[in-house]
């Protein structure tokens, strides 16, 4: 029997665009027809296809229960029919008997040639197809269309948009090909009208409102996603406000309902909640029983974070159950369960809680799989784990690397999941990540008040090509500064636990308005570092620098003995300016520069005018106590480092510095930090002093409130009327640096009140500290002259007051669309008169 093509083939298309009409639903009679004769006696002779176009026979007969030779059998025809329509590759199969042969007729599915998408504007193309399953070279079927219908659709409704229609069309293509064409009409915006609550009496709506994800539509809302409707919202927000009033004693709490409504333009939706508050409960006695050895009930009870006659906070409970999960573990116990029994009395509105401490069952780690790193490679994850596939589970450990692998810093979200097996003494561990762009191009700008713009521009990639690898190259100009590095760190050096890192960097730098003296430095480092500890680390480093320090050339005019005649002379118009030759008014006068020898009261800073090669070796110490390494809200950490110059080379000081710093967080919102810091440098052997360009400098980012360099030791020349003796002018000079400095910070985050989606946080902070300890030679003798432009008194003499500086504000950050802005506002506490201070400093960067 030869099968008919070409009138099989048109008698099919109508079959398939019936079936996409009707679901897909085939013709069963033929294998009802089928049945009728299937009793008849004899064997299959051959099996016949009908039909195919793209699917060979053969692999259509693959699928068939029966073959050639086998008696003709219907319960095995109905379970080949059946089992051919489960591949999805036909939309219509019969099976008929002819003889002693059976013909099988199929009609194809057709294949999807392109899925295309029109009318989308709101979700791009690359959303929807992230969707739908629908794909080239995929078979078509109206099921899967209309699963493809729905998904999109939802995902509209999450937007916000109740009133998108999405309406396949099919253009049919040579070959049974067919273009799969989704017309989508978005409609507007469903968005929330308004929010209201009923019930509520102890929080007013404005409160509430402010605490749940949902939020009005309104015009200052336009970076915000949450003013458009999503009934799943509706269901975290219940929960937001169910916690909300539990963590303010309202055991009793609960949402009767959240209805939202929509209104009758059809464009917006009233939300209502209807809540029921309850009475307000404390706690009441706070046990903790236990059978374990080596745990004390007493001891746990007083580790608990709450106490008899606290406002009850349901989270407290969970802070308890993980503070005596924790110290069960460091008591050796791996494997605890801690069951909260809570008896509240609604007479005396106490709540009473039990904790009880018992050994849990013993569970190991079966797997361990990482889950949502796209760039980042496994390896670099799994070395960060604390624990192993086959350790014994241990919480302490889980959350420790959890915080490890956040202070990466290559990914938003670390979230450590549990999954018991089927015998339940295995758990599988699901690490899943959220990954976050690591490279960062970023640009600063800073104002000073002395009118200093600088720039900056630095390229970053923390997780280069997903190995966990870093480099970076860093451009910066400024009317101070022209810097250029390069660095690239290897976290794993040789494969162990061992960071290694080479720097390399070129700066020139113009200080004349701050210490006169320029300087141009370049050279070569080399750095290593491994755990000492968990939370300890050591490292080693070496730098060869090559610095080349130029003071100012500035001209005064002096006397034949070397005493200064005049520092400054004043045109007609009375502004002065730097003196000339012209300016001489004597044959007892010579014009010289400042650092000239025949200056008596040559500055102490010019001997640092040289060229120097220094080989600096040192090491530093970290360790990290703190509880997150993002958002520590309690904790503490330490650094200290020292570094010697003189193995070699023409320099020869000994360098420590220290800080540490502890956090602790007071509320969800406020959390309170305090660093202290502090730094000392001094000479040995040949060399008396240290350089200018050794020093410490404080002020600009180091010291909010004060310019750079802008506070320590700094020679002046003050200026005073010779009839009354009152000073009349104050000139600040160069800064000189220090070879000591000591400073403390403290920052306090604060709500401001905006939408946190904003991206907008806030911080208090005061910094208060001093720069000072300068040695003899480095001081010089005051001078006193009488200036021959004014005729008033002046001496010119060096500050080393290293008395306390503070100062005080607020500091804004904003993580923009375009990159995360800084914004601090200072207001100076203490200072000398001759500091110089900066009220506004200002930076940007922005992530790729």
């Known amino acids: 029997m030869k099968p008919h093509f070409s009138a099989f083939s048109a008698y099919g298309r109508f079959r398939f665009w019936l079936s996409i009409v009707l679901g897909g639903c085939a013709t069963m009679a033929p294998a009802a027809a089928f049945a009728q004769t299937a009793e008849q006696a004899g064997?299959?002779?051959?099996?016949?296809?009908?039909?195919?176009?793209?699917?060979?026979?053969?692999t259509i007969q693959s699928y068939l229960l029966f073959s050639p030779g086998d008696p003709f059998d219907s319960g095995k025809i109905d379970l080949s029919l059946k089992t051919l329509f489960a591949t999805g590759l036909f939309s219509d199969i019969a099976i008929d008997r002819s003889g002693d042969d059976v013909v099988v007729r199929v009609v194809e599915n057709p294949m999807v040639n392109r899925v295309i998408f029109?009318?989308?504007?709101?979700?791009?193309?690359?959303?929807?197809?992230?969707?739908?399953?629908?794909?080239?070279?995929?078979?078509?079927?109206?099921?899967?269309?209309?699963?493809?219908?729905?998904?999109?659709?939802?995902?509209?409704?999450?937007?916000?948009?109740?009133?998108?229609?999405?309406t396949p069309q099919y253009k049919p293509l040579p070959q049974n090909r067919v273009d799969v064409i989704f017309v989508i009409e978005e409609g507007p915006t469903t968005g929330v009208r308004s929010v209201s609550f009923l019930g509520n009496n102890v929080f007013s709506d404005a409160r509430l409102r402010s605490e749940i994800v949902t939020k009005q539509s309104r015009l200052w809302n336009f970076f915000s996603s949450n003013d458009n409707y999503d009934s799943s919202r509706l269901e975290y927000d219940r929960e937001v406000l169910r916690k909300l009033y539990q963590d303010n004693g309202y055991y009793d709490f609960r949402v009767i309902s959240a209805v939202a409504e929509m209104t009758p333009d059809e464009k917006d939706f009233f939300i209502t909640f209807s809540i029921e508050e309850g009475e307000q409960y404390s706690f009441g006695d706070i046990k903790v029983e236990t059978s374990l050895s080596k745990l004390d009930a007493g001891m746990l009870t007083n580790l608990t974070p709450v106490h008899s006659g606290q406002l009850y906070r349901g989270q407290a409970i969970e802070q308890t159950i993980d503070a005596l999960t924790y110290a069960a573990g460091v008591a050796g116990y791996a494997f605890v369960d801690i069951r909260p029994i809570v008896v509240a009395d609604p007479e005396t509105r106490k709540i009473d809680i039990t904790f009880v401490v018992d050994e849990g069952p013993r569970v190991y780690i079966n797997r361990i799989n990482i889950i949502g790193n796209t760039a980042t490679l496994d390896r670099v994850i799994r070395r960060e784990m604390r624990v192993s596939e086959g350790n014994a589970f241990n919480r302490v450990l889980i959350d420790r690397s959890r915080n490890r692998i956040r202070a990466l810093g290559f990914f938003k979200d670390v979230t450590i999941e549990e999954?018991?097996?089927?015998?339940?003494?295995r758990t599988d561990i699901n690490v899943k990540v959220e990954e976050q762009s690591t490279g960062e191009l970023a640009f600063s700008a800073g104002y000073s008040s002395s009118e200093n713009l600088q720039f900056d521009v630095s390229m970053t990639q923390a997780n280069l090509l997903g190995t966990g690898r870093s480099a970076s190259l860093r451009l910066a100009t400024s009317s101070l500064q022209q810097t250029a590095t390069l660095n690239f760190t290897e976290p794993r050096f040789l494969d162990r636990s061992l960071s290694a890192g080479i720097q390399s960097w070129l700066t020139r730098s113009d200080y004349t308005d701050y210490s006169s003296y320029e300087a141009v430095s370049y050279g070569i480092g080399a750095s290593m570092g491994f755990p000492l500890t968990d939370r300890t680390q050591l490292g080693l480093r070496y730098r060869l620098q090559y610095d080349n320090v130029d003071y100012a050339d500035r001209n005064i005019i002096i006397d034949r003995d070397g005493n200064l005649v005049a520092s400054s002379v004043r045109d007609a118009d009375g502004v002065a300016r730097a003196p000339q030759a012209s300016d001489i008014t004597s044959n007892d006068?010579?014009?010289?520069?400042?650092?000239?020898?025949?200056?008596?009261?040559?500055?102490?800073?010019?001997?640092?005018?040289?060229?120097?090669?220094?080989?600096?070796?040192?090491?530093?110490?970290?360790?990290?106590?703190?509880?997150?390494?993002?958002?520590?809200?309690?904790?503490?950490?330490?650094?200290?480092?020292?570094?010697?110059?003189?193995?070699?080379?023409?320099?020869?000081?000994?360098?420590?510095?220290?800080?540490?710093?502890?956090?602790?967080g007071l509320t969800k919102s406020l959390r309170a930090s305090l660093r202290l810091s502090a730094g000392f440098i001094e000479p040995w052997g040949d060399d008396n002093t240290v350089r200018i360009n050794n020093r410490f400098f404080r002020g600009g980012?180091?010291?909010?409130?004060?310019?750079?360099?802008?506070?320590?030791?700094?020679?002046?020349?003050?200026?005073?009327?010779p009839d009354t003796g009152e000073e009349v002018s104050l000139t600040r000079g160069s800064a000189l640096g220090g070879n000591a400095y000591y400073q403390a910070t403290a920052e306090l985050t604060v709500p401001n009140f905006l939408p946190e989606e904003y991206g907008i946080k806030s911080a208090l902070f005061i910094d208060a500290g001093g720069l000072g300890s300068l040695y003899d030679q480095d001081v010089?003798?005051?001078?006193?002259?009488?200036?021959?432009?004014?005729?008033?008194?002046?001496?010119?003499?060096?500050e080393t007051d290293p008395s306390l500086r503070a100062s005080a504000g607020i500091s804004f950050m904003w993580d923009s669309p375009f990159g995360p802005l800084r914004f601090d506002f200072a207001h100076i506490l203490k200072s000398e008169d001759y500091d110089r201070t900066q009220s506004f400093r200002f930076s940007t960067s922005t992530r790729f």
Request: some cysteine.
């Open 43 to 58: 064997a299959i002779r051959s099996i016949l296809v009908e039909g195919n176009q793209r699917i060979e026979a053969r």
């Open 118 to 166: 029109e009318g989308n504007k709101a979700l791009k193309e690359d959303k929807l197809k992230e969707e739908i399953q629908l794909a080239p070279r995929s078979s078509l079927t109206s099921a899967r269309v209309m699963q493809d219908v729905n998904r999109m659709m939802e995902m509209y409704r999450r937007a916000g948009r109740f009133s998108a229609k999405i």
């Open 419 to 425: 999954t018991p097996t089927a015998d339940g003494e």
């Open 589 to 664: 006068q010579l014009l010289v520069d400042v650092c000239d020898v025949r200056y008596l009261f040559r500055d102490s800073t010019c001997s640092s005018e040289a060229d120097a090669l220094s080989s600096v070796v040192g090491y530093y110490l970290n360790w990290d106590g703190r509880n997150d390494p993002i958002e520590p809200t309690r904790g503490m950490e330490f650094q200290f480092s020292q570094e010697v110059a003189g193995l070699g080379g023409d320099v020869q000081t000994f360098k420590s510095e220290a800080s540490a710093a502890t956090y602790y």
């Open 701 to 721: 980012s180091s010291f909010r409130g004060f310019d750079v360099a802008g506070l320590g030791p700094r020679q002046v020349v003050r200026m005073y009327d």
């Open 780 to 798: 010089t003798d005051p001078v006193e002259y009488t200036d021959s432009s004014t005729g008033y008194d002046a001496i010119q003499y060096t």
